[in-house]
């Protein structure tokens, strides 16, 4: 139901007569369009708050605030309807606005119709004009933790709000919890108490506890920072990728979860709470939870790296000196230290980390995980080195390199590289000379190749270093194949037998190794797909140097500087 002021004006023109220039000037604009303004001034620009309850210039509180000011002296604010948006939950201000220009339509017409008397049939006298005490009107919030209160004014020689009015309106509601008794107090005697929109009660809302959460004294992953000094140097020695435990130090601290805490709205409901949930400590090998239940500690001295699961203690076995015969070859679960050098046909095999302070001449070694050469590598015929991660060496010569992950070196020299990530030369003389390269992602180096145009082989793409694992792994199927069948054809004898089951347990490994090989090889192509083509950047590359990249092949004929070797159309481009 709509009202407007003109049709007020025609049906009580004694009653709403035009306002003088001090009420004009308190009504709202819309409704008191016919005033002129008197000389043009600049627009003031008003930010208005996203609280506010915008109502249309004819709606009935904007009639019942005109009728009130004719009948009352008092002073009367204009009809100002304001939510905080502090007390709402959040993203639900116009939701609540929504509900609450509903509501208070519904009311304001009620009111309206109770406060103007029926017009008279024929020659009647008018009734009297009707009398009304102050109605206070509760809004409740949806969530129930929050109340308002506006207050009409009375009609006539009706009431004036008082406290017991104000009470007697909460109780209809149901409010009970959260009042505010003070302010409740104070409504009747402010100046201007009516339409005037009061937040009289607030509920309590609940609380939920905080998860419990852990605290980890180690890194999950060791970053590698390369910190090259004044003549372009970097120690390889002190890479501090070792995360070094003593026997019973704290890895990580559990703190426990809290309670919720119930709240109550404003009907005095409980509201209930949900109370944290537990974490869990990150156990791995070789460490356990105290007592208390609030540590993981660590049952051994040794080196603490994170699985993607858990945190594990690596045992680290140290070799005070050198590899050779007075330790032989070594072959160790956790991880290695090896203080000296490894010298040539001797072999250091370790399932985790292995870290070398001197030099690797001629041995070989394999890591499950980084391998770590501070003074690098000088191999021979028999030389192959294996990382299931990366490698980080101060050169490398004469040697073959399987590398899953990344490479970091000053220098290569006649080597053969096999790396599934990338192979960065870019410290110290950053020399590639001589020897393959082949990376499945990128190269980057100071210098490719030589003056004297030594033959430098680069290729770039698919996955060489598991592909030359799924290759090696092949020829031993057939050999293992080849052996059984030899076995077999043998005549009967008492270890026929037991030498076949060997032999065929053998074989049945190796080829479950194959079907994972080929499994990751499936991955990592579809993942190479995502990353696009290799390129090799380079400061300078001398002729002699030979670029594969895919199916496409580039042999390089003059010296060319500061370039990118990349795969454009089909064909490899210097630019």
Known sequence: MAFNVPFLKKLFSKLLARPSASEADALPEEANHQKEPATREEPTVVVKDPGTLDLDPDHSIYGLYALCRRQNSRAMPIPKIWLDAEVLPAGSLEREKGRLRKALTTVSNARFKQSTPPKPKGEEPPPP????????????????????????????????????????????????????????DRIPLEDECYFHLYLVARGRPAVDGENGRVIERFARKVEKHFQADEYDRVDYKNLNLVQNVGLGEEICALVPPTEGQPGENVFGQTLPAKD??????????????????????????????????????????????????????????????????VCSGFQVRAMGNVYIDGVVSGGSVEAGGDLVVSKGILGGEQTVIRAHRNIFAKYLENCSVFVHENLQTDCIINSEIFSDGTVEVNSGRGTIMGGRIWAARKITAKIVGSRSEVPTIITLGGVPCTDSEKEELMK??????????????????????????????????????????????????????????GRMECGIVYPGTEITIGEAYLRVRFETQQCVAALIAGEIHLT
Do not use: C
């Open 129 to 184: 004009p009707p009398m009304l005490d102050a109605e206070p009107w509760v809004f409740v919030a949806g969530d129930k933790l929050s109340t308002w209160m506006l207050v009409f004014p009375p009609i006539g020689e009706g009431r004036e709000a008082d406290r017991e009015l104000l009470d007697r309106a909460l109780e209809k509601a149901g409010v009970t919890s959260g009042v505010d008794h003070a302010l409740l």
């Open 276 to 341: 944290g949930r537990k974490a869990q400590l990150p156990k791995g090998r070789n460490t356990e939870i105290s007592e208390d239940g609030l540590s993981l500690v660590a049952t051994m001295a040794g080196n603490v790296e994170y699985t993607g699961r858990s945190f594990q203690v690596k045992p680290v076995m140290e070799i005070e000196g050198d590899v050779d015969y007075s330790t032989g070859n070594i072959n160790f679960l956790g991880d290695v230290h090896v203080q000296g050098d």
């Open 476 to 533: 031993q199927l057939t050999k293992a194949e080849e052996e059984l069948k030899k076995i077999e054809l043998q005549p009967e004898g008492p270890n026929k037998s037991g030498r076949i089951a060997r032999a065929r347990m053998k074989l049945s490994g190796d080829r479950m190794r194959l079907e994972q090989l080929e499994r990751d090889l499936g991955s990592r192509k579809e993942e190479l797909k995502r990353h696009g083509s």
